[in-house]
């Protein structure tokens, strides 16, 4: 989970220096000026301009990679939005603003000696250039971060497809979907009342971040549970819904002193899963949405219900347990056909639970 986790931010970070790298040369190529990287950013002292656009790249991209870390929703949730904001941008702009006066040419010697006159010399001056670039320095941050929050809110296949278009014409794809829900939620928000509850959701959402690292896609969220959606290609045969599941849960179990000291509870989820086909398709005029439709995810909805009925935390259709390859990790049990709600057809259940390794 660790190695999965280190994998993503890593991943994360080379995009950015991509992105970056790529604003910097497009900077150079609509202006004609690559003064600004020659004069400020020349503190490793590199003779080749393509050079200093990477070493300033992969900066940039380490400062917003740690004030990402800085603005994460667990440590500013409780903060005004206002406050929020204007701390958040202020940041932004001295980081940038520091960098390109720190990044210019004088020695880490004449810092030791107190030789701050013959520093301020050499700094250059804020001329045009300066305001220029830091102009599209910040529009390039907020188109960054318009990019990422569009990523994040459609996630990443359907950003693409959006991206380039792909999703203005109803598609049919088949995809797994798994409606995942916390157990006795009504009982727990009756017991924390709504706005502790409203903290309890946002705190398992947040966690939810783990299916990304087994290829799921947040689809939607409902209120005190998740749909989410897959692939179907190796996500079957290697089981990776499964692992996403299980795995969701252990990192839910790992923060159980979190969990008891702030709620008096642990959240418990049940999901019900199911595969098929589907259309998908981008609606809406004044607030577009990306939808999927099909009888699959109202399936995956009924197999989710069953599992109060029978007692058990996982459940998934037949027509997923015959094509699910990598069965050796996992407890498959026959429930038998059950005719779902709203179902004409009876279809078959299987109950999935994790095989204890021995130590």
């Excluded at 497009?26 to 202006?31: A, G, T």
């Excluded at 705190?203 to 783990?210: A, E, L, R, S």
């Excluded at 989820?269 to 398709?281: D, I, P, Q, S, T």
Aim: net charge positive; proline share 1%; aromatic share 18%.
């Amino acid at each position: 989970m660790k190695s999965n986790r280190l994998a993503k931010h890593l991943k994360y970070l080379v995009y950015q220096i991509i992105f970056w790298y790529a604003i910097f040369l497009f900077y150079i190529f609509i202006s004609g000026d690559d003064t600004v990287f020659t004069t400020y950013f020349n503190l490793l002292r590199l003779d080749n301009l393509y050079n200093n656009l990477f070493v300033f790249a992969s900066a940039v991209s380490f400062l917003f990679f740690l004030l990402n870390f800085l603005f994460t929703d667990r440590f500013v949730r409780f903060l005004p939005v206002r406050t929020i904001v204007f701390f958040k941008w202020l940041v932004y702009f001295g980081s940038a603003f520091v960098l390109m006066l720190v990044a210019a040419r004088f020695s880490v010697n004449q810092i030791r000696e107190g030789h701050y006159e013959e520093i301020l010399q050499q700094i250059p001056k804020m001329d045009i250039h300066f305001f220029r670039f830091l102009a599209y320095f910040y529009l390039s941050g907020i188109i960054f971060n318009f990019l990422k929050g569009m990523r994040m809110r459609m996630g990443r296949m359907n950003f693409i497809r959006w991206f380039f278009g792909i999703l203005s014409k109803p598609r049919e794809e088949e995809r797994i979907f798994m409606f995942l829900d916390m157990k006795s939620s009504t009982t727990i928000a009756e017991k924390l009342f709504h706005r502790k509850f409203s903290y309890l959701m946002q705190d398992v959402f947040n966690n939810m971040t783990i299916f990304d690292a087994y290829h799921g896609e947040i689809y939607q969220y409902l209120g005190d549970g998740a749909i989410i959606s897959w692939t179907v290609n190796s996500e079957i045969v290697d089981g990776h819904y499964l692992k996403a599941y299980f795995a969701f849960r252990k990192r839910i179990s790992g923060r159980e002193r979190y969990f008891n000291r702030k709620y008096k509870l642990v959240p418990e989820f049940k999901a019900g899963v199911h595969v098929g086909h589907v259309m998908a398709l981008q609606v809406g005029q004044t607030r577009r949405d990306i939808s999927y439709n099909g009888d699959t995810i109202n399936t995956a909805a009924r197999i989710e219900s069953m599992c109060n009925e029978v007692h058990q935390d996982l459940l998934i259709s037949e027509d997923l347990y015959n094509r699910t390859e990598n069965k050796n990790a996992y407890i498959f049990k026959e429930i038998g056909r059950i005719k779902l709600k709203g179902k004409r057809k009876s279809t078959g259940i299987y109950q999935v639970k994790e095989r204890k390794t021995k130590v």
